[in-house]
């Protein structure tokens, strides 16, 4: 049973958010007439707290079963949403299942029936088809970003979810992307129909970058020397140019993390926990980081390829310039590259000389213990500052996970955190402390 549920107004309050926007106060209305819902918003403009916040205040906190189903195209996206209901401190248990991990996790988690289930198509109708959890209390479905998971090849799955869950109710589907194509076995009546998509959320300037070799990787030097130490993606189109473009970075002891859809789940959620604590200031991505993934405030992005189409070079500028806030995107081009009709016709932005930027910080390291024995940020906070002696302003993010947690540290401060820290107890647990 859930307990100490909280109202809107304490929510807004615990995640520092004084107001809601148009689009978020529009889809609560709908969403609370109950009526199945499209939902077209910009990237960034604070969608899943939109129909998270009006879901939950319907939810039953005394039946523990599964009552809320939300499917996500991606990992990141679904533990996006796991994150941001957490740090909402709703009182309800919340659980995100995805391919990429043991089936026998998500069980051991499930086991214990959270209110709200987020999981990816594949993962979820595998767990339905299983009968893994009751699905007669599940009256509301959320398909967050449906076009891409449509695109990347879900449809069947999406399909079985909606046949295996009878009595679904409401139905809500996201999107950032115009002229969508709803499926039909979504099954949508009379829905209502919400676009943000025209209206004008950000400061987003586009500028063209000219470089005078076809590699373009000198020219991405200067550019990186230019912008100096903030927080970027360089999207490339193909795993095996962030790797030559990561070649070339670490060749210039330019730090910076990777993200595309080879590697390994851990590494990519590790990627971008050193990117969010300022480990990692520049981020090497395909289009796989272009939504759906929670990253610090963007000034800039770098389209060091551009993408084949207009809706994913409008998503990957999406990442900056977020609610109502500036940002660059910048193309960097050769100077007789012809590009695509929807990169023309923009500015050419002129270089200067200038240093490489800085070296980050900030470290992270890993810890051996989570949610699952009982460690919470305060725990983990009471070691670092008062066993292992670092200041606040020598402490950075903590991230915790169900059986571990990372934290940001001051490079600096290493040599003398890790012998206090590492192999001590946290709440009867003995943790390991590791540089990541």
Known sequence: ??????????????LGIAALNPM??????????????ILLSPTGTGKTL?????????????????QLLIIAPSRELAIQIETVMREMGTGFKVNAVYGGRAGSKDRI??????????????????HLRRGAF???????????????????GFELEMKHILELLPKVKQRILTSATQDVTIPQFAQLKAPIQIDFLSEKISQLEVKRVLSP????????IDLISNLGNQNGIIFCNFKDSIQRVSDFLSNHQISHGTFHGDMEQQDRERSLIKFRNGTHQILLATD????GIDVPELSYIIHFQLPNRESEFTHRNGRTARMNAAGTAFILCHEKERLPDFATNTPIAHLSPAKLPAPSEWSTLFISGGRTNKISKGDIAGLFLKQGGLSADQLGIIELKTDCAFVGVKSAQLAKLLPKVNSVKLKEKKVRVTLV
């Not at 009751?134 to 990347?152: A, G, P, Q, W």
């Not at 070799?213 to 991405?220: E, Q």
């Open 1 to 14: 049973m859930s307990t100490s549920t909280k109202s809107q107004a304490e929510i807004l309050s615990k």
């Open 288 to 291: 796989l980081a272009a939504r």
């Open 24 to 37: 978020q106060l529009a889809a609560q209305k709908a969403i609370q007439s109950k009526k199945d819902l």
């Open 213 to 220: 070799s076809k590699d373009k990787l000198d020219t991405l």
């Open 134 to 152: 009751e699905t007669k209390f599940i009256e509301t479905l959320v398909l967050d970003e449906f076009d891409k998971s449509l695109e990347i």
């Open 50 to 66: 939109a129909f998270l916040l009006p879901l939950i205040a319907r939810l039953d906190e005394n039946l523990d079963e599964v």
């Open 109 to 126: 988690e499930i086991k214990h029936r959270p209110a709200v289930l987020i999981g990816t198509p594949g993962r979820v109708a595998d």
